[in-house]
């Protein structure tokens, strides 16, 4: 039971998330790709 609540809370979670910020959760946790490869497929660049 506590494991479904907790999925529960963690799912209502990431939902709450801005996009910008719920993509890139999505992308590196739940698909695996790493900041690199999801910086090269948004064409990011790092700012100093």
Excluded: H, W
């Excluded at 479904?4 to 910020?21: A, K, M, Y």
């Amino acid at each position: 039971m506590a494991d479904g609540v907790t999925r529960d809370i963690l799912e209502r979670s990431i939902d709450e998330l801005p996009d910008e910020l719920r993509s890139v959760y999505v992308a590196c946790v739940v698909d695996g790709m790493t900041p690199k490869q999801f910086a090269e497929l948004f064409a990011l660049t790092r700012r100093l």
